[in-house]
């Protein structure tokens, strides 16, 4: 079992930069796939950023709305991952969720909630002025 535990959500303007951090625990793997998702309200959830162990480093993956704008970064020994958001727009609120299983996967599949078997609790980001 792996529970993971979302911070950082805030009221911000637009224009600002926050970081919200994902911390994991339990029975986790350093090779895993972990992301973020994102659910506005009224509207599908979808994904924001994944990232996944490649060997000598990680793979990191954006939705394109977020593109430049967004990056996640993972610490293997502390066992977190953190999305930095930077130029927040207000199309960007909503409630944002930590995702992870524990394997790597393939590409056309790390865009898709489905294959992920753990899940956070969100983490509420609201961009308004």
């Known amino acids: 079992q792996v529970h993971l535990v979302e911070s950082g959500g805030g009221l911000v303007q637009p224009g600002d930069s926050l970081r919200i951090s994902c911390a994991a625990s339990?029975?986790?793997?350093?090779?895993?796939?972990m992301g973020w998702f994102r659910q506005a309200p009224g509207k599908e959830r979808e994904f924001v950023a994944g990232?996944?162990?490649?060997?000598?480093?990680?793979?990191?993956h954006y939705l394109d709305a977020v593109k430049g704008r967004f990056t996640i970064t993972r610490d293997r020994a502390r066992d977190t991952v953190d999305l930095q958001m930077n130029s927040l727009k207000p199309e960007d609120t909503a409630v944002y969720y930590c995702?992870?299983?524990?394997?790597?996967?393939?590409?056309?599949?790390?865009?898709?909630?489905?294959?992920?078997?753990?899940w956070g609790q969100g983490t509420q980001v609201t961009v308004s002025s």
């Open positions: 995702a992870t299983v524990n394997s790597r996967l393939i590409l056309s599949r790390v865009w898709d909630g489905q294959n992920y078997d753990y």
């Open positions: 339990g029975r986790t793997s350093s090779s895993g796939t």
């Open positions: 990232i996944r162990w490649s060997g000598g480093g990680y793979n990191t």
